[in-house]
């Protein structure tokens, strides 16, 4: 079991202005899953994904991630843990631009102290699974938009974490770049056995995931499965779905 929610409810705000992100939420995530998240906007996705990404907290319920409670853990362990174990990817891509694509990339390595042999093997591996290895030396502002999302889920994946947590990653692509990092991710998942959570608005980046969940209101509304489907298939399913759901999700 990779993600335990239980009961997890999130308000913003204080006093007479409340407004609550996410409602009584309960789900599972298991090792190897691919999960999409969908909803309309204001319906509390990356509300969920930054308490998954312990980047904020719930405001009730419990939360275990790889069985470990993040309630209880403090900001050390809580960084200690991102580091070793979670893995992310933005819209906006948060490339740092002083740093050479590969210098991103390795940053987290760098971070925990993996040794210089290491971190250059791991970025090599990397950067040809991503085809990365021609732009390494260029800066973030020198690259495509594509590239700089393949360099992000690059340094997202190269400490092996165990859970990927992608919001709208292909937001700001075109279609081709965006199907090219959906590939990426789709087999980091597959070969790597990494778990990943996406949130998206497009029917055709969740089409990648195995599962989808449809969030409205702070709460789960429905859920689909991909159970053998192609792709394509897929796709259909979650357009239909999306119009039987009033369309915007
Ligand atoms: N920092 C915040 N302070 C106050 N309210 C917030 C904050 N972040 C989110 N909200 C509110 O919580 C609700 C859920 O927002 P959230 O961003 O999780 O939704 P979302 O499904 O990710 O939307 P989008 O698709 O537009 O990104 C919304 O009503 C939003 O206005």
Redesign the pocket.
């Known amino acids: 079991m990779i993600v335990q929610a239980r009961n997890v409810s999130k308000t ?2 204080s006093n007479g202005h409340l ?1 609550k ?1 996410l409602d009584n939420i309960t789900m599972t995530i298991l090792e190897g899953e691919f999960v999409g998240l969908m ?10 994904l930054n308490i998954f990404s312990t980047i904020d907290t719930a405001s009730s319920g419990e939360i275990k991630i790889m069985g470990k409670d993040i309630n209880a853990m403090k900001e050390a362990e809580l960084a200690n843990f991102r580091r070793h174990e979670l893995g992310f990817v933005f819209q906006d891509y948060h490339l740092l631009d002083t740093l050479s694509v590969k210098d991103n990339i390795v940053l987290p390595l760098a971070l925990s102290g993996v040794p210089v042999h290491e971190i250059e093997k791991r970025a090599q591996e990397i950067a040809h699974k991503l085809d990365l290895v021609d732009v390494l030396s260029q800066f973030p502002y020198q690259i495509s938009g594509g590239q700089k999302q393949r360099a992000a889920v690059a340094r997202a994946m190269i400490a092996k974490p165990r859970l990927v947590l992608a919001d709208e990653p292909t937001g700001a692509l075109d279609s081709k770049a965006a199907t090219d990092v959906l590939e990426r991710l789709q087999t980091l998942n597959q070969t790597d056995r990494a778990t990943i959570l996406l ?1 998206t ?1 497009d029917a055709y980046a969740a089409s990648f995931c195995q599962r989808i969940i449809f ?1 409205k209101d ?1 709460r789960f509304d429905q859920e689909l499965d991909r159970r053998g489907r192609s792709r394509v298939e897929f796709f259909h399913v979650i357009l239909d779905m999306l119009a039987t759901l009033g369309g915007n999700a």
């Open positions: 913003y705000g407004n992100a909803g309309p906007s204001g319906a509390g996705k990356t509300s969920l949130v608005h969030m702070g």
